[in-house]
C-alpha cells in the first residue's frame, strides 16, 4: 500500500522560498506520474504541478507562472516542489499525489481523479 509523506512546509513572508518534499514507499515510484494540489480554506483542490515518471515532462498550473519547479529523485523515492516569489494567495494545504493505475486522463494529470494515493498535506502560508 502506498504511502506518501510531505515535509518541508512554514511561515515564510511575501517573496520568500520553501522547497517541499514528499517521501514515497509502498509503491513502484520510477513508475508513476506525480503531482502536487494545494487546497485553501474554502477553495477546491488545486493542481499545481506533476513530472512524468522519468522526470523528463512537468506540467503547472497557470497560477504558477514560472514561480515553482517539480522535481524527482527516483533514487530516493521523492518528489520536490521548490516554491520561490511567494505570495499570500499561495497559502494552502500541499499535497502529493501518485497516479493511479488506471493512468492520467489528461496531458499533464491535472485531474485529481487521476490520482490513486495521497498525502497528508503540509501547510504552507505566506504572510508578513
Known amino acids: 500500500q502506498a504511502h506518501l509523506v510531505e515535509s518541508g512546509g512554514g511561515l515564510v513572508q511575501p517573496g520568500g522560498s520553501l522547497r517541499l518534499s514528499c517521501a514515497a514507499s509502498?509503491?513502484?515510484?520510477?513508475?508513476?506520474?506525480m503531482g502536487w494540489f494545494r487546497q485553501a480554506p474554502g477553495k477546491e483542490r488545486e493542481f499545481v504541478a506533476s513530472?512524468?515518471?522519468?522526470?523528463?515532462?512537468?506540467y503547472y498550473g497557470d497560477f504558477v507562472k514560472g514561480r515553482f519547479t517539480i522535481s524527482r529523485d527516483n533514487a530516493k523515492n521523492t518528489l520536490y516542489l521548490q516554491m520561490n516569489s511567494l505570495k499570500p494567495e499561495d497559502t494552502a494545504v500541499y499535497s502529493c499525489?501518485?497516479?493511479?493505475?488506471?493512468?492520467?486522463?489528461?496531458?499533464?494529470?491535472?485531474?485529481?481523479?487521476?490520482?490513486?494515493?495521497w498525502g497528508q498535506g503540509t501547510q504552507v502560508t505566506v504572510s508578513s
Open positions: 509502498g509503491l513502484s515510484f520510477g513508475d508513476v506520474t
Open positions: 499525489a501518485a497516479e493511479s493505475p488506471t493512468g492520467c486522463s489528461t496531458l499533464g494529470c491535472p485531474v485529481p481523479g487521476d490520482y490513486g494515493s
Open positions: 513530472i512524468t515518471w522519468t522526470g523528463r515532462s512537468t
